[in-house]
């Protein structure tokens, strides 16, 4: 009995690992190769579905979109993040509601906020466009117009998770002897020497953290185009994760959509490589 006392303690762990990770990621695997809508049984196409990723022009302008959504989103996230967490670290009043009121977005249901901005960025009564017009300024397409609906939404994701990275860049912070920084100021150092050459090199793994978190989450990109724009205009705000869903739950494709899944996954799993060479790194 003592020696099946491990296998018992760790069987509803294997168990469920068997169930909702193995199980899913192969019989994903498998459909790959087949052409199944659910109702009707499997067809065996091979390589097919494979072969449809790189002639499917729909799916390479979803990941473009998406990528332009990062470059918005990451550095713009990880520059108000860490200056909300150099303004915390310091000593002022009411620091514990400040990182109170940052985080509470991030515990906010994604689709209420969704909405919250949705109704901003309305072209006719939303509360931005009547600024500029009060301004005397024209009114903006935030969601109409193509060439600036998903930087509208990199905003708003932006704001929705920002709380997150704040929390985890002053955790980094506090981390910093301040030693260092007393000896910086004996030698003269300057705020940017003291920020260069002390505070980036030791909060550089919260650093990376941060970029491959906000990197997955930024491919992950749903919610919000689903509910602001449904992918429009032209096809502008369309993600990669939106297109996948389509591709399952709308066409029935369950075989294609498991071959766009894998697909994506490696372009995330090669993007996070390329910024481990050059982030994650002796700054």
Not at 101 to 119: D, H, K, N, R, Y
Not at 227 to 234: D, Q, V, Y
Request: charged share 10%; aromatic share 16%; hydrophobic share 55%.
């Amino acid at each position: 009995m003592k020696k099946l006392t491990p296998y018992l303690l760790v069987s509803p762990y294997l168990l469920h690992f068997l169930v909702f990770v193995a199980f899913p990621v192969g019989f994903s695997v498998v459909l790959t190769f087949h052409d199944w809508n659910i109702i009707s049984p499997m067809k065996w196409v091979g390589l097919a579905n494979y072969g449809r990723v790189f002639r499917d022009r729909e799916f390479w302008q979803a990941v473009w979109n998406t990528l332009r959504f990062l470059v918005v989103h990451i550095p713009l996230q990880i520059a108000i993040a860490l200056f909300l967490a150099e303004l915390l670290n310091r000593t002022i009043r009411g620091a514990a509601f400040f990182r109170a009121a940052f985080f509470l977005p991030v515990i906010v249901s994604g689709v209420v906020v969704t909405i919250l901005w949705q109704q901003l960025y309305s072209f006719n009564s939303g509360l931005l466009n009547r600024g500029l017009v009060g301004l005397g300024l024209g009114r903006v397409g935030w969601l109409d117009d193509p060439d600036v609906a998903m930087y509208s939404i990199a905003v708003m994701a932006t704001w929705k998770n920002v709380g997150l990275y704040v929390i985890l860049f002053l955790v980094g912070l506090q981390s910093v002897p301040e030693q260092y920084y007393e000896a910086a100021d004996l030698e003269g150092a300057t705020t940017w020497q003291k920020f260069r050459y002390i505070t980036l090199p030791i909060i550089n793994p919260t650093l990376f953290t941060v970029v491959v978190l906000s990197t997955i989450g930024g491919f992950s990109l749903f919610i919000e185009p689903y509910i602001m724009t449904e992918g429009g205009p032209l096809n502008s705000t369309l993600s990669a994760v939106m297109y996948i869903y389509k591709q399952a739950f709308q066409y029935y494709h369950m075989g294609y959509s498991a071959t766009l899944g894998f697909c994506f996954a490696l372009i995330i799993l090669l993007v996070v490589v390329v910024q481990r060479r050059y982030v994650e790194r002796e700054i």
